[in-house]
T-cell receptor, first 117, second 115 residues
Framework: AQSVTQLGSHVSVSEGALVLLRCNYS??????LFWYVQYPNQGLQLLLK??????LVKGINGFEAEFKKSETSFHLTKPSAHMSDAAEYFC???????????????FGQGTILTVHP | EPEVTQTPSHQVTQMGQEVILRCVPI?????FYWYRQILGQKVEFLVS????????KSEIFDDQFSVERPDGSNFTLKIRSTKLEDSAMYFC?????????????FGPGTRLTVT
């Protein structure tokens, strides 16, 4: 079974400050990892993904995340927060377990990011 | 840019009634999913659908739930007899067949309120 833990249900930063949203996963097989963002009254939008290859992945809106297998982490960062980054962020995991997985996503609890002027 | 659409955006129903939530996945995608998010809780997987049949389902997806792809474009979730605890946001998602990328594209959701 796979699981995701997001540390901190709420994170508050000032505009221009570093954003760090934490995600740890548990998986017995090589994971595929994702960050999604949900703006109020909207669906889930893919920010970035890690499948294989380079462990530092870049996504939309200046976000990036680093896959650290030894720490089972996939933390999301952005050097400088913008007011428009205020949203809820979800980390998710899936895998290709022996080629039979149909790709269901297991989500973390979500982290609400607030950006102060 | 192609997107997943869902209708209605909000559905209010009485306990015991049947509801059908509709989704139009991205046209060249072959895997389809339903997830739900109860208010204040995490997004939970309900069911995946591939090649016109259910490929995987969670323990939540009991006999009260069913899915269908009736006409090659729509993808529906039916709840036969709604319960209060079915109140949630329901998300449809789809993805391409490529095995090298498991990213799913989500619709805006249908908020189901059971009274």
């Amino acid at each position: 079974a796979q699981s995701v833990t997001q540390l901190g249900s709420h994170v508050s930063v000032s505009e221009g400050a570093l954003v760090l949203l934490r995600c740890n996963y548990s998986s017995s097989v090589p994971p595929y990892l994702f960050w999604y963002v949900q703006y109020p009254n909207q669906g889930l939008q893919l920010l970035l993904k890690y499948t294989t290859g380079a462990t530092l992945v870049k996504g939309i809106n200046g976000f990036e995340a680093e896959f650290k297998k030894s720490e089972t982490s996939f933390h999301l960062t952005k050097p400088s927060a913008h007011m428009s980054d205020a949203a809820e962020y979800f980390c998710a995991v899936t895998s290709n377990a022996g080629g039979t997985s149909y790709g269901k996503l297991t989500f973390g609890q979500g982290t609400i990011l607030t950006v102060h002027p | 840019e192609p997107e997943v659409t869902q209708t209605p955006s909000h559905q209010v129903t009485q306990m015991g009634q049947e509801v059908i939530l509709r989704c139009v996945p991205i046209s060249n995608h072959l895997y389809f999913y339903w997830y739900r998010q109860i208010l204040g809780q995490k997004v939970e997987f309900l069911v995946s659908f591939y090649n016109n049949e259910i490929s995987e389902k969670s323990e939540i997806f009991d006999d009260q739930f069913s899915v269908e792809r009736p006409d090659g474009s729509n993808f529906t979730l039916k709840i036969r007899s709604t319960k209060l605890e079915d109140s949630a946001m329901y998300f449809c998602a789809s993805r391409k067949t490529s095995s090298s990328s498991y990213e799913q594209y989500f619709g805006p959701g249908t908020r189901l309120t059971v009274t």
